[in-house]
Nanobody, 132 residues
Framework: QVQLVESGGGLVQAGGSLRLSCAAS????????MGWFRQASGKEREFVAA????????YYADSVKGRFTISRDNAKNTVHLQVDSLKPEDTALYYC?????????????????????????WGQGTQVTVSS
C-alpha cells in the first residue's frame, strides 16, 4: 500500500523558515515525479512545486519562486520542501503528491504537473501557519 507521510509543519512568524518532508513508501521512488501542493482554508488546492524523478527538473508556482526549494533524496525515498521568507498568505495545509507521469522541460508537461489530476498518490498534509 502506497503511503506518503508529510512532516515538518508548524507555527512560525512571518519571515521565518520551515523544512517540510515527505516520506514515501514507493518501491520505485526514483521513478516518480513528486509534487507539493497547498490548500488554504476555504480555497482550492494549488500547486507549489514539483521535481522530476531524477531531480534534474524543478518548477515552482510564481508565488513561491525564490523563497521555496524542492529537493529529493532517492536513496531515502524522501522529498523535501524548504520554505523560507514565509508570509501569512503561505498559511495552508501542505500536501505531498506522487505520479509516474514524467516531468521534463516540455511546456505541456510542466503545465500538466501543476494540476492535481496529474498525481496518483497523496499524503494527509502538514499544517503551516504563519503569523504576522
Amino acid at each position: 500500500q502506497v503511503q506518503l507521510v508529510e512532516s515538518g509543519g508548524g507555527l512560525v512568524q512571518a519571515g521565518g523558515s520551515l523544512r517540510l518532508s515527505c516520506a514515501a513508501s514507493l518501491r520505485t521512488f526514483s521513478t516518480y515525479t513528486m509534487g507539493w501542493f497547498r490548500q488554504a482554508s476555504g480555497k482550492e488546492r494549488e500547486f507549489v512545486a514539483a521535481i522530476s524523478s531524477g531531480g534534474v527538473y524543478t518548477y515552482y508556482a510564481d508565488s513561491v519562486k525564490g523563497r521555496f526549494t524542492i529537493s529529493r533524496d532517492n536513496a531515502k525515498n524522501t522529498v523535501h520542501l524548504q520554505v523560507d521568507s514565509l508570509k501569512p498568505e503561505d498559511t495552508a495545509l501542505y500536501y505531498c503528491a506522487a505520479t509516474l507521469r514524467p516531468l521534463n522541460s516540455r511546456s505541456a508537461t510542466i503545465r500538466s504537473a501543476t494540476m492535481t489530476g496529474y498525481y496518483d498518490y497523496w499524503g494527509q498534509g502538514t499544517q503551516v501557519t504563519v503569523s504576522s
